[in-house]
């Protein structure tokens, strides 16, 4: 999926192409240490999008609202340790809402 002439593609590349070929396109998060290579690879994907957050746990609500506005299924990305204890608050809600969000922790 990767533009021809394209340097050699990554396994965070593998990984955001097979999210978007399964309908999950839209990223929330905020980039940061061992998470980088996959933020680089859904800002240079032709289909990719990134919504980028100011805390963790509000890119969890931002993305419910998108699932609720759309029915399409969002991603929030976060980095390790503090990201993703940030992450959790918004991850429960959408659990106890029923609202599907995948967590990507670096």
Same mark, same amino acid.
């Given at each position: 999926?990767?533009?021809?002439g394209?340097?050699d593609?990554?396994a965070? !590349?593998? @990984?955001? !192409? /097979? /999210?978007v070929?399964l ?8 980039p940061?240490?061992p998470?980088?290579?996959?933020? !680089?690879a859904? /800002?240079t994907h032709?289909?990719?999008?990134l919504?980028?957050s100011r805390?963790?746990?509000g890119a ?6 998108y699932?609720?506005?759309?029915g399409?299924?969002?991603?929030v @990305?976060?980095t390790?340790?503090?990201?993703a204890?940030n992450a959790?608050?918004?991850?429960v809600?959408a659990?106890?809402e029923?609202?599907?969000? /995948?967590l990507?922790?670096?």
């Amino acid at each position: 999926m990767r533009a021809v002439g394209a340097e050699d593609p990554t396994a965070a !590349d593998g @990984v955001i !192409d /097979l /999210l978007v070929s399964l309908g999950i396109d839209t990223f929330f998060g905020i980039p940061g240490g061992p998470i980088i290579p996959l933020f !680089d690879a859904i /800002l240079t994907h032709p289909w990719a999008r990134l919504i980028e957050s100011r805390h963790e746990t509000g890119a969890c609500f931002a993305a419910m609202g998108y699932h609720r506005a759309t029915g399409r299924i969002p991603a929030v @990305v976060t980095t390790a340790g503090p990201g993703a204890t940030n992450a959790v608050t918004g991850i429960v809600a959408a659990s106890l809402e029923r609202v599907p969000v /995948l967590l990507i922790c670096g």
